[in-house]
């Protein structure tokens, strides 16, 4: 099990999150035309690194906050977590 | 309006799992008849909370309850509380401290159900469902968790005697019921 940083409660068990996928997918600004391609891309497409990854989840059984994580998909090492507001560089 | 508990027919009262001879039992009671709101503070709302008192307590940090005898208002998130109470006036304390336009407020009295458990082996029952690391969470702090996947939040009431309260949303109360007695009973529990 993986032990996430919750940047409002504190260290906390995998099983307290829910996983929320690429938090680096940007939506197509609003009231903007977007392409077919753009908006598939946005919906759908996700790349699927092997290494560091920016990832949102959800502490859905705890304080209930969007929170942005840095892990590893191959070793599963976080290396920061953060509020979604702010940056992970 | 009546509050019909979720545990009206599954609350048994006596002595249950392994309690002979037994210096000391985990007692369980389910808290009934107390008002629950939940208190939202607006994103835009750009209000200081330091100074606002419901009922004579503030709105408590991460992780913290403010409590006197008959209210306690437990953190439940970034501005979010909810506030428990067995005065039958706190709607009115609640309402003339906080404005409409900085927060939320909803009555969420009947969509909870709460059992509250005492005992020095409270910790051994709670380690069994609940990933939660007890460390540090002691008297006059709160947390949401869960417990073998119900979503709960605990409010750890005193620390001598061990004292906490589990919520959990309505629907699940009998399941959180069964999943808690099943945890108590190598200890021997009674139920009252
Ligand atoms: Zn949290």
Redesign the pocket.
């Known amino acids: 099990m993986l032990y996430i940083k919750?940047?409002?409660?504190g260290l906390?068990a995998q099983k307290e999150f829910s996983y929320g996928g690429d938090a680096t997918v940007k939506r197509p600004n609003i009231n903007e035309e977007v392409s077919n391609e753009d908006w598939d891309n946005f919906v759908y497409m996700r790349k699927s690194p092997r290494g560091k990854h920016i990832e949102l989840w959800q502490?859905i059984a705890?304080?209930?906050?969007w929170?942005k994580v840095q892990r590893d998909t191959a070793t599963h090492e976080i290396f920061q977590t953060a509020k979604v507001t702010e940056e992970i560089r | 309006m009546k509050n019909v508990s979720s545990l009206e027919n599954i609350h048994k009262l006596g002595l249950f799992g392994n309690n002979d001879n037994k210096d000391e039992l985990i007692n369980i009671r389910e808290i009934k008849d107390v008002l629950i709101y939940q208190i939202v503070k607006y994103k835009k709302s750009s209000i200081s909370i330091d100074k606002i008192k419901i009922d004579n307590l503030n709105l408590p940090k991460t992780l913290f309850v403010s409590s006197n005898h008959y209210t306690r208002i437990l953190w439940m998130?970034p501005d979010n509380w909810l506030v428990v109470s067995s005065n039958k006036e706190i709607e009115k304390s609640i309402l003339e401290n906080l404005s409409h336009d900085d927060f939320a407020l909803t009555d969420l009295s009947h969509s909870r159900t709460i059992l509250e458990l005492e005992g020095s082996l409270v910790d051994e029952v709670l380690k069994k469902g609940c990933p939660l690391n007890l460390d540090g969470l002691d008297e006059g702090k709160c947390s949401n968790s869960a417990f073998h996947a119900i979503t709960i939040t605990i409010d750890f009431i005193s620390s001598n005697p061990r004292k906490i309260r589990i919520f959990a949303l309505r629907s699940f109360g009998e399941s959180l019921y069964h999943s808690i007695t099943d945890a108590c009973l190598e200890f021997g529990y009674k139920a009252e």
């Not at chain 1, 919750?6 to 409660?9: A, G, I, K, L």
């Not at chain 1, 705890?62 to 906050?65: F, K």
């Open positions: 919750c940047p409002y409660c906390r502490h705890g304080c209930r906050q929170i | 998130g």
